[in-house]
């Protein structure tokens, strides 16, 4: 079981999922255009999609594929 000092010590991150491949990126990766258009581009399988956020800690995201 974990106690309260454990789960304050998790810091949540959210990130954008690809709908297609599942490659996780930073909003801080996307430009102003992309954002307002609502339809952000995979660096990795190249298809676009609509947002699909995505809260992990930041520990398991360091495991995934995470554009830096």
């Known amino acids: ?3 309260d000092q ?3 010590n998790r810091e ?3 990130y954008h999922a690809c709908v297609h491949c599942g490659s996780l990126f930073r909003k801080e990766d ?3 255009k992309t954002i307002a258009t609502g339809l952000y581009p995979c ?3 190249g298809l ?3 947002l ?3 809260i992990q ?3 398991d995201s360091e495991d995934e594929s995470v554009s830096a």
């Open 1 to 3: 079981m974990v106690n």
């Open 6 to 8: 454990e789960r304050s």
């Open 12 to 14: 949540l991150t959210h």
């Open 30 to 32: 996307f430009d102003a």
């Open 43 to 45: 660096a990795k399988c």
């Open 48 to 50: 676009d999609g609509p």
């Open 52 to 54: 699909n956020i995505v």
């Open 57 to 59: 800690r930041l520990e």
